[in-house]
């Protein structure tokens, strides 16, 4: 599959995840409590995913891009993760440690605590979107695991995701 059709299947099954809300981007205990949870939920507060780009998150947040997916509540993980996925598409070279910690986001945790929380951030995904995660994998997998050591979309892929293959 090419990139702008795995990208247009993207933007088609994403596009009506609803906005978690502007108080809903990172755990409200975590925002008083870390500062890189404030930082992720005034960059985000308001922002589509559609207008998340690599260059916007460089220029724009002044944290760790590649940490905010980890700090995100689950619908605001779910609404976000579309721009993470293009950005890996559009950019892998230049995503470096962006691309790394959105595949790892993707791999079935082995303990019970991050399980729950993998299960709460994808239980709600449609077949649909579920699919489009899988091939995407399998693209990332396909054209850049081999330069990376971990072999994580690979890894991703056969742990949960490889059921969704059609």
Not at 39 to 66: C, H, M, N, V
Not at 70 to 95: G, K
Request: hydrophobic letters at 40%.
């Amino acid at each position: 599959m090419d990139s702008p059709t795995l990208k247009a299947m993207i933007q088609c099954e994403f596009n009506a995840t609803p906005y978690p809300g502007d108080n809903n981007i990172v755990p409200e205990d975590s925002y008083n409590n870390v500062l890189e949870s404030r930082q992720i939920a005034d960059y985000f507060r308001g922002r589509k995913w559609q207008d998340i780009t690599l260059a916007d998150l460089r220029e724009g947040y002044i944290g760790d891009p590649s940490a905010c997916l980890t700090f995100m509540t689950p619908s605001a993980f779910r609404f976000y993760l579309p721009a993470y996925l293009f950005i890996c598409i559009e950019s892998f070279s230049e995503a470096d440690m962006i691309y790394d910690t959105t595949i790892r986001r993707l791999i079935i945790p082995n303990n019970s605590e991050d399980l729950l929380a993998f299960h709460e951030r994808f239980v709600p995904f449609t077949i649909k979107q579920k699919q489009i995660v899988a091939k995407f994998l399998r693209q990332m997998d396909l054209l850049h695991d081999g330069d990376r050591v971990g072999h994580d979309a690979k890894r991703a892929l056969d742990g949960f995701w490889s059921s969704y293959l059609t």
